[in-house]
């Protein structure tokens, strides 16, 4: 099974950066996922890793460690549109996605 | 792009009624999920289906059951509905092989009263 662990909530100005960590524990990791999503609608996918480094696209960004189980997702020059809740998903080898309970990041002016 | 949709946003149902949720993508995806998403939980797995007439458990199964009988559509069923399946209802889809990406339908918002 998977154990995932991201805070439950964060606050930002816009313009700035936020950074949204994650840490897993897991048998057979298969990559690390990590989706958007606005209050009332679906998860929207934003990046996935599976080698260790940084993936940078646009103003976000996902970074991995597999020795150390841990993750994170870089939001840089906040925009009020940014304000979501984002989740950690971890793979696993049988099809199956394990998520975190989500960080919600509140942009404010 | 991928379009995944459920049939119904909001529902309300009666304890002990038999509930129908579908699910149909239109990406000819192989792998189709059901979860369900509760405030500090996340996501749950219900059950999974990798192919047509297959389906596999996932973490919380037990009273819910699911058909698969064409690719493109995914069934989730409460035999009974109790008030703690009360929960938002997404559905997923993803192409052949393990760990591809998964699209999200808009979610089904289920009240058990």
């Known amino acids: 099974g998977q154990n995932i662990d991201q805070p439950t909530e964060m606050t930002a100005t816009e313009g700035a950066i936020v950074q949204i960590n994650c840490t897993y524990q897991?048998?057979?990791?298969?990559?690390l996922f990590w989706y958007q999503q606005h209050a009332g609608e679906a998860p929207t996918f934003l990046s996935y890793n599976v080698l260790d480094g940084l993936e940078e696209k646009g103003r976000f960004s996902s970074f991995l460690s597999r020795s150390k189980g841990y993750s994170y997702l870089l939001l840089k020059e906040l925009q009020m549109k940014d304000s979501a809740s984002y989740l950690c998903a971890v793979g696993s080898n049988d099809y199956k996605l394990s998520f975190g309970a989500g960080t919600t990041v509140t942009v404010r002016a | 792009d991928v379009k995944v949709t459920q049939s119904s946003r909001y529902l309300v149902k009666r304890t002990g009624e038999k509930v129908f949720l579908e699910c149909v993508q239109d990406?000819?995806?192989?792998?189709m999920f059901w979860y369900r998403q509760d405030p500090g939980l996340g996501l749950r797995l219900i059950y999974f289906?990798?192919?047509?007439?297959?389906?596999e458990k996932g973490d919380i199964p037990e009273g819910y059951s699911v058909s698969r009988e064409k690719k493109e559509r995914f069934s989730l069923i409460l035999e009974s509905a109790s008030t703690n399946q009360t929960s938002m209802y997404l559905c997923?889809?993803?192409?052949?092989?393990?760990?591809?990406?998964?699209?999200f339908g808009p979610g089904t918002r289920l009240l058990v009263l």
């Open positions: 289906s990798y192919d047509v007439k297959m389906k």
């Open positions: 990406m000819d995806h192989e792998n």
């Open positions: 997923a889809s993803s192409g052949a092989g393990n760990q591809e990406t998964q699209y």
């Open positions: 897991t048998s057979g990791f298969n990559g």
